[in-house]
């Protein structure tokens, strides 16, 4: 028989400490051997040559929404999964707002069931963890959550049935809920922004009659962010709850974090290529298809957030893909505060990030960090994010040459929403996409069917359980083994 299934052959495999020029042996969908220059001698019933291309480790995007089944005409698991595929995206970690939002175990399990069978790429699942959700958060760990999302304000008006177990603004429901997520080991990923900030900011918005869309920006101060960072670290603290910030919008926030790590705070920070790419001003050309909360804010704040990503203090890199229609979006040209927040990006993630390579802004290695590793290491993910031996054979291939944005060419449902990046060089684009060893996506082209992927479930409970059996045994006086 022969030693592989399949050789992946290239002259850039980036591996955790760079790229080598080498090749890959997998077999049954795991990653068996790494060597370098080329795999003479060696057995295989395939061998890819992708000598002309780059191989980078699958994109964990941790920042997804697919809307269904509450809104099916934004998104459904099948059409997002495709455009994950399309982007280079192998796993995607699904934020818990839609209707229902997943804030117990039985609207939990009955999302998953939902996914089972009709994903192309693995995926794993956020719950709830706001107040109304702590009842909850020890079961839900235990149904396979691999995080909890818990924004610091209200749900807009309209859009409480989307939120229901999803907020916390009181102190003292947020420690509770950090202290409860904490048992459980994973993570407690927050919206940043302060709801009495937001609510005074936007009424005296209103009452000016502001509808104009730089209006949202102003709507959401850059204080409203860090205020709620620093609380939220503060409670982090104090309650040993394993902390991240979503989609971090400002290099004020970034420096927040950044003392809080260097104090030995528990805190991880992700934030989204439309901050690192658009400003607040972008807002007058594109409008409501540019509104995000948080929101774009200004290049000096932009340039502070590339210089904490430089230094490690940005940990990953998800889309924040927040499909919508058109229809849904137009309705911002009379007033912003009519349109929904988000856009798109499942796959502009990657081929955005490319060109920061050329530029030297970013190498290969810091690619691979923000877009894989330090997700799988933190959402525990152990079988993901590296191109390692033992490791899943998850593999964004890109190819470094000119092209455009396309959004018409685009695999979500939201393709006509997807405005902000349309038309814009790149310096690369995702050529194929591999999920444990089989070819999902090649050439602008879904392969295979939507039964291929899997769903994943973080195995950092497991290690806090394992901590806490210890814990117990010590103190009671028995024997740790």
Known sequence: MPSYEKILRSHTIV??????????????????????????????????????????????????????????????FTTGS????????????????????????????????????????DIGFYAAG????IPHIGALAEAGAVGYKIFLHRPQKGREHEFEGLWAVETGHIFQAFAAIAQTGLKACVHAEDDELLHDAQERLEQQHRTDPLAHAEGHPLLAETLSVQRAIMIAKQTDARLSISHLSSGTGADLVRRAKAEGVAVTAETCPHYLTRVDTDMNKYGAYAKINPP????????????????????????????????????????????????????????????????????????????????????????????????????????????????????????????????????????????????????????????????????????RQEKLTVSSRRNSGLPKD
């Open 130 to 133: 706001g107040y109304q959700a």
């Open 82 to 121: 495709a455009a994950a595929a399309a982007g280079g995206v192998t796993t995607i970690l699904e934020m818990p707002i839609s209707v229902p939002p997943t804030w117990n175990v039985d609207l939990f399990e009955r999302r998953l069931n939902m996914a089972q069978g009709r994903t192309h790429v």
């Open 15 to 76: 591996l955790p400490d760079g790229p080598i020029d080498g090749w890959i042996g997998i077999n049954d969908g795991v990653i068996v051997a790494l060597g370098c220059g080329d795999p003479n001698g060696q057995d295989a019933d395939h061998v890819e040559d992708l000598s002309n291309d780059v191989i980078l480790p699958g994109v964990i995007d941790t920042h997804v929404h697919i809307r269904y089944p509450g809104y099916p005409e934004r998104e459904d």
């Open 296 to 463: 774009l804010r200004s290049p000096a704040e932009q340039d502070l957030l590339w210089a904490a990503i430089q230094d490690g203090t940005v940990d990953f890199i998800g889309s924040d893909h927040s499909p919508y229609t058109r229809e849904e979006k137009e309705r911002g040209r009379k007033s912003i505060w009519a349109a929904p927040a988000g856009c798109p990006g499942l796959e502009t993630t990657l081929p955005l990030l490319l060109g920061e390579i050329t530029s030297g802004r970013l190498t290969w290695a810091d690619l691979a960090r923000l877009t894989a590793s330090k997700a799988a290491d933190e959402f525990g993910l152990a079988s993901k994010g590296r191109i390692a031996l033992g490791r899943d054979a998850d593999f964004a291939i890109v190819e470094m040459k000119g092209t455009r944005v396309q959004s018409t060419t685009m695999h979500t449902k939201s393709r006509e929403t997807a405005l902000i990046y349309d038309g814009q060089p790149v310096v690369g684009q995702v050529s194929k996409t591999y999920v444990r060893g089989t070819m999902v996506y090649e050439h602008g082209r879904v392969v295979g069917n939507a039964e291929h992927g899997r769903i994943l479930r973080s195995t950092c409970i497991s290690v």
